[in-house]
């Protein structure tokens, strides 16, 4: 108990002085030791061990895409974006329900029912995939 | 047998019943019911899609789902040890 106490002092004297260490110690714990307002830009470069909620990784975003394409049929051809909504793509209400369930198998998550509603976009997707991936984890 | 007047779904418990039919179509450890159910599901749901009184349809849709998951737990008591070749990924 009192080794914690004396490593948290460490820590919050230690992310004052230079803003390069600050980086990461705020991985250690969360945004409240966070001093100025703004994003470090190395921490969406981390390895998913600090969630932001505006990022999701590259490979997750790149398989969410790959598993849109192949549910809906499209062409190698097509953009298929982080902002592209399903009903851009062609997709219908029955045609997302059948692309979150193929996310779920092939990332070993649930999703949940009022969840699965919200999604509209692929970075929907991917930002709800990263959530439940490590609320597993 | 009465049968209960049940108002017409609404289409987020149409799309909590499709749903449910993929979810156990999963349970299934043969190859050939699973793709079966996933597909009569996707056929009967596109089906229906515009029709003008769906509570006839989501009643039978409840009916055979209750069906197949029954059937998935009788099946998982006789599932067989070898897998069907399309589930080999190599």
Redesign the interface.
Known sequence: MASLAQASTALSTSCKPTLALSSRVSSLKSVSFSITGKRFPSLSSRPGRLQVSCSAKPETLNKVCDIVKKQLALPDTTAVTAGSKFTELGADSLDTVEIVMGLEEEFGISVEEDSAQTIATVQDAADLIEKLVEKKA | MSVVAASAPS??EV??L??SF??VA?KFTDYNIREYTKRRA?DA??QN?NVSDPCAAFADGKAQLEVASRQAVVYSLYAPKLKSVMEVHN
């Open positions: 289409r987020a799309l909590q499709y749903r993929l979810r999963r996707t749901f596109r899609r």
